[in-house]
Structures are given as C-alpha cells and as structure tokens.
C-alpha cells in the first residue's frame, strides 16, 4: 500500500512510500479509502520533529471500504470526512468510527478535506463565547484557514464580526464572508468585544485584550507571529476587568469529534460554509505543498487528492 512518511532524504522531509502494510483495524473503527486530505502549517514543524518512517495526516475524506465490526459508524460506500490522529495519509486507513461523519453528495472530498482540524478549531473557539447574537466579535488572522472559517461560522450565528486581515487587498474577501468591518491594524477595530478569537498572537494578542469587554474571552488558537507578554495592567487599563484568555486545543473532546465534522460538513452542504483552499494538486506533490507553506506562499488550505 503506497502512503507518505517522512524521510530527512527526501526533498522536503517527505516520501511516497509503497510498501506500507494494510490497515488492521479494531472492532470499532472503519476502513476508509482516501480520496483527499489537507495539510495544516502546524504539520510542517511536525514533519520536522518526527524520526524518519513517521506517517502524518489527520484531514482526511474518502469511502468507506470496510464497516466497523462493532456495527457501528458509516456503511460501506458511503463518502466521508474522518479527523485521525495520525496516518491519514495513505491509500487506506483504519479510523474510529467516532471521528468520522457522513458527507452530503453536495460537499466534495476536496472541500470535506479542509474542514478537520481548521473546521474543528474555528467551531469549538467559537462556542466558548457562549451565545455571540447581537454581540460584537474580533477574528484576528481572518482569511487564513482556520479564520475564514470562524468568521462564516461568527456570521452564521448572528455575531456581528471585525476582521483583521494582513493587508489592504484582503479586505474585500473579508468582506464578502459578510463581516461587518475589515482592518489591517486593531487601532482601527472598535471594541469592546464580547469574544476574540485570535490565529496571530504576538503584539497583536496583547493589543486584542485591551479591545476586550468585562468578563469577555480572548480564544488562542495559534501564535505564529511569536509569543506575547501579558500583564494585570493590560486588563486593568483598557477596562478588560476579569476577562480571560483561553489557551486553545481543538481536539478536545475526542469523542465528539465525529458530531462536530457533521455540523461543519453540513453547512458547507447548504452553502453556509465555504471553506478556504489556497492549494490544490494531487499527492505526489504533497512535498511541493509543505515547501510552498513553508515559503508562506499559500492562504487558506492545502488539500491534495489521492487517484483511485
């Protein structure tokens, strides 16, 4: 069975390895064919740290081959979207039937490939603003591939959303996600927010706090731009008073991970969800694709499609 591992040899740190054995899967997990999956910029530090032979991959969508023996989970035929641990990668992966949900024929592998681990993120980030109707809410980072996707979904529920964006020519994308204001700097965002759901860190988290309301909560889900100095006076001079920040992991919990891909998968069925991909080939340039995000020369996702 072909899969990819790394290999410190190989251009990239990666390997289309051929002779990986075939999935043996326990009694409650499922054998999927993969038709698509998607890399997260997380993945290339991975790639990175992992001992050669190591095989990565958690955004995954394909067709189930084999049902669970347990009976539960998807029947064969059936097209899915499942969020391994790990392994997805590859011709053919065994999965607990819990982390996968079914696809509507409207939703394809390609885009069901880019809703795991961003889709995941942005949708639980969300929800620890409790109810966001009416309520004013800051996505930092917000066409990148986690925060498109908290902005539609920020939408969807009724928030009324700011988006940060990098530069001047992204706004309009911001805007056509239905926002209802696009910046470059925070000095022009106006708060107080009831919810922060922040993709950047750096300089940029410490000033988010400040644009916090009392009681409010700052959600972090990346640090890319480095790490961030806070202090009491940051909450107490801005009036943020007992606010807090949330260190965010998006896996937790595992179990309802399956539940949670449905929701996402079936808002993008009803057009309600568009998610972001930034790159698209198939998985014989999935190498080309983990240099082009190391480059930071691709926005949104990278999903790459495996020939049948």
């Not at 069975?1 to 040899?9: A, E, P, Y």
């Not at 972090?220 to 006076?233: N, R």
């Not at 998968?265 to 240099?291: M, Q, S």
Request: proline share 6%; with cysteine.
């Amino acid at each position: 069975m072909r899969g990819v591992i790394t290999d410190s040899r190989a251009p990239g740190g990666l390997r289309l390895a051929d002779d990986l054995p075939e999935p043996e899967p326990a009694a409650g997990e499922c054998v999927l064919e993969v038709r698509a999956f998607g890399i997260n910029p997380g993945e290339v530090r991975l790639i990175e740290e992992r001992p050669d032979g190591w095989r990565p991959g958690q955004d995954v969508a394909g067709v189930v081959l084999r049902a669970a023996a347990d009976g539960g989970g998807p029947p064969v035929g059936a097209r899915v979207v499942a969020y391994p641990e790990w392994e997805g990668w590859a011709e053919r992966i065994p999965v607990p039937t819990r982390w996968t949900a079914v696809l509507d024929d409207r939703v394809s592998f390609e885009e069901a490939a880019a809703l795991p681990v961003s889709g995941l993120t942005a949708l639980r980030a969300l929800r620890l603003g409790g109810s966001v109707l009416g309520r004013d809410v800051l996505v930092t980072g917000a066409t990148g591939g986690v925060g498109r996707l908290a902005v539609q979904l920020a939408v969807a529920a009724g928030a009324r959303v700011t988006a940060q964006v990098s530069r001047p020519e992204r706004e309009a994308e911001a805007r056509e996600l239905g926002v209802y204001r696009a910046v470059t700097s925070l000095d022009d965002a106006t708060g107080p927010f009831h919810l922060v759901l922040d993709g950047v860190g750096g300089p940029a988290l410490r000033q988010a706090i400040g644009l916090l309301a009392p009681g409010a909560t700052a959600v972090v889900y990346s640090s890319a731009a480095g790490a961030t100095e806070l202090t009491l006076s940051d909450f107490y001079r801005s009036g943020a008073y007992n606010a807090k920040v949330v260190g965010f992991v998006s896996t937790v919990p595992e179990e309802t991970k399956g539940e949670d891909l449905a929701i996402l998968a079936g808002l993008v069925a009803d057009g309600r969800l568009r998610p972001g991909i930034g790159w698209a080939g198939e998985w014989t340039r999935t190498a080309d694709a983990f240099t082009a995000m190391a480059r930071r020369e691709i926005r949104g996702k990278a999903v790459l499609t495996v020939p049948v």
